[in-house]
């Protein structure tokens, strides 16, 4: 499917939702958004707790409201935080994302200024495991 979400939007969207991020002791905060393969757009911030390190990913909010809706294919996902480096998945949020993704589903990787690279699932997760592997 074409993505029916511009990144433009999809910028405005993912800081929109770091802007809501509860990041009182790292002080760094993340926002994601989520297009699926039926075009509906899911948003998450990262959250942290006092007792490190049960906080959760910007990215697992995002994926958590996508599921809650009934849906479980992502087409895109952009993942926006601040600095100098790109602010990419951590690996736990990688194997979430491969949960729900296919090995060409794009990875926006996003500063303020727009995204600064795209990857696909494959490329950011190579010889990933899957549902698939589980096989018999």
């Known amino acids: 499917m074409s993505s029916v ?7 405005t969207l993912a800081s929109n939702a770091m802007s809501k991020a509860y990041v009182p ?14 075009g509906n757009v899911y948003s998450g ?13 910007a990215e697992a909010g995002a994926i958590a409201a996508m599921v809650l809706d009934g849906e479980h ?5 952009y993942v926006m935080g601040n600095g100098d ?18 090995p060409d589903t794009q990875i926006h990787i996003c500063g303020p200024e727009g995204v600064r690279k ?7 997760l190579p ?4 549902p698939e592997n589980l096989k018999k």
């Open 85 to 102: 480096q790109l602010v990419t998945p951590c690996g736990g949020c990688r194997q979430k994302i491969r949960e729900f993704s296919t």
């Open 25 to 38: 002791y790292s002080e760094f905060k993340v926002g994601a958004v989520i297009e699926t393969e039926n």
């Open 73 to 77: 294919k992502i087409d895109n996902i």
């Open 45 to 57: 911030c990262n959250v942290e707790n006092a007792a490190y390190p049960e906080g959760t990913c």
């Open 5 to 11: 979400l511009d990144s433009k939007t999809a910028i």
């Open 127 to 130: 010889f990933s495991f899957g």
């Open 118 to 124: 795209s990857l696909t699932m494959e490329e950011l």
